[in-house]
C-alpha cells in the first residue's frame, strides 16, 4: 500500500480542515503525516499538497524541492467553496481515487 503525507500551507483554516478529512477518509496507516510542510512527509509516496494562499516562504520552497528532487507524486488540492459542504464532501472520494489511482500506475510503470 502506498503511503501519503497531506501537507497545507494555506493561512486559512479550511485547507487545513480539508486535510484532516482528507486524512480519516483514509484507510488507517495510509496516511503518515498530516500538517504543514516537515521532512517526515518525504518519507511518502504521494504529497497532498494545500497552498492555496501560494505561500512562497523559504520553508515551503525548500520542502517542494525537496520533494520534486525525490520524485514523489506531488497533488494538489484546495477549497473553491470557501469551506463549504461539497468540497468537505467530495474530498474524501478525491483522496482515496488518487491514491487507488497512483497505486495502479506505479505498479504498471514497474512491469
Known amino acids: 500500500m502506498l503511503k501519503c503525507a497531506i501537507i497545507y500551507t494555506s ?3 479550511n485547507t487545513r480542515r480539508l486535510a484532516e478529512v482528507m486524512s480519516q477518509a483514509l484507510p488507517p496507516g495510509q496516511c503518515i ?3 504543514r510542510p ?3 512527509a518525504l518519507a511518502a509516496d504521494v504529497i497532498f499538497w494545500g497552498n ?3 505561500d512562497r516562504s523559504e520553508n515551503t520552497v525548500d520542502f517542494y524541492e ?3 528532487k525525490a520524485n514523489k507524486i506531488v497533488v ?3 477549497d473553491t467553496c470557501y469551506g463549504g459542504g461539497k468540497d468537505m464532501y467530495a474530498i474524501g ?3 482515496n481515487n ?3 489511482n497512483a497505486e495502479k500506475i506505479l505498479r504498471k510503470a514497474k512491469e
Open 11 to 13: 493561512l486559512n483554516d
Open 33 to 35: 503525516y498530516l500538517g
Open 38 to 40: 516537515h521532512s517526515d
Open 52 to 54: 492555496n494562499a501560494g
Open 66 to 68: 525537496k520533494a520534486m
Open 76 to 78: 494538489p488540492y484546495g
Open 93 to 95: 472520494g478525491f483522496a
Open 98 to 100: 488518487v491514491m487507488s
